[in-house]
């Protein structure tokens, strides 16, 4: 049956109808979702901001930040320190870079530089597959393996100690360098390494004095990343590290980081409305701080480095 002419102008309004309404409700929608995001994080910085304020009126800003002793559920006199909480979070993060940027590097270069396609699809996937396993388990990993195995060698370390957890959380952050200083070094066009060859350099050479200048700021930025992803690791330093709130260097010793001891307060040991119940938003607050400054830092890195081919 043929379809008359009116018919196909009712149909055709329909359906400009539909666009048009679809064309309103769509944007209005995405305005939505982007602004719950907006107004989440806002929240978030606002209940930091306000609860932090609440803990520097009972606290001096200067002995908080000088001071080197932390007891925050002592009856008789309680101090308030983030000196501890920074040193065991620093030394953590810097011994779980000290594992993870040779080795996300050198199996960054290797996936980009030597392997062949096939070579890279088996591997890449198997690397990433650590960052998909839960930080709970590499905290039970390393206070039940990797500690008794570096006692063995080290028969002074703690069976809760700052060395075990910042190996294990290197580990952890491998395939985050691995897979974004990759994704750089593939960035650098073929043009460069093949001009470099044919001008009689080796490939070690092409890859350490073309390539790696060329990808530098995607590399510097994996490194950044990866030091953020330490600082803000919960589990593995909950479990692993202990709950010693003393101000030392030795790796050797329990140390608490920042983010286990926001861990410990909440878990009730600090009843709300308390001086020790404010403390944890005054360390969140400065673990916010570090690793938004952490993020920024990257950002600039990018963008003040990046090479565009």
Do not use: C, H, W
């Not at 890449?124 to 990993?141: N, Q, R």
């Amino acid at each position: 049956m043929a379809v008359s002419v009116r018919e196909l102008i009712q149909k055709n309004n329909k359906t400009m109808s539909v666009n048009k309404v679809t064309g309103k409700v769509i944007p209005v929608l995405l305005f939505g979702a982007a602004l719950i995001s907006i107004l989440t994080t806002v929240g978030i910085v606002f209940t930091l901001i306000y609860e932090t304020t609440l803990f520097f009126k009972a606290v001096s800003f200067i002995e908080f930040f000088t001071s080197k002793e932390l007891r925050p559920l002592s009856p008789v006199e309680p101090k308030f320190s983030i000196l501890p909480l920074l040193v065991g979070t620093l030394m953590s993060s810097l011994i779980a870079m000290l594992v993870a940027i040779p080795i996300g590097l050198t199996t960054a270069i290797f996936l980009s530089e030597y392997a062949s396609e096939n070579t890279r699809k088996v591997l890449k996937p198997l690397i990433e597959v650590l960052a998909g396993i839960p930080t709970i388990v590499y905290g039970f990993f390393a206070f039940t393996f990797v500690t008794p195995l570096l006692r063995e060698f080290i028969p002074a370390l703690q069976a809760t100690n700052v060395l075990s957890p910042g190996i294990v959380m290197g580990i952890m952050i491998i395939p985050m360098v691995a897979s974004l200083s990759e994704d750089a070094m593939n960035s650098v066009p073929n043009a460069m390494r093949e001009g470099a060859l044919a001008m009689g350099s080796t490939k070690l050479e092409v890859t350490f004095r073309v390539v790696i200048p060329a990808a530098i700021s995607g590399i510097v930025a994996s490194f950044v990343l990866g030091i953020s992803r330490a600082i803000g690791e919960t589990m593995i330093v909950t479990i692993a590290s202990g709950s010693s709130k003393n101000l030392t260097f030795d790796i050797t010793q329990s140390m608490q980081t920042m983010t286990a001891y926001i861990v410990e307060v909440t878990s009730g040991d600090a009843a709300a409305g308390t001086t020790a119940y404010y403390s944890l938003y005054a360390v969140a607050m400065t673990l916010f701080v570090f690793t938004l400054l952490m993020n920024l830092l990257a950002r600039y890195i990018s963008r003040k480095y990046r090479e565009v081919y």
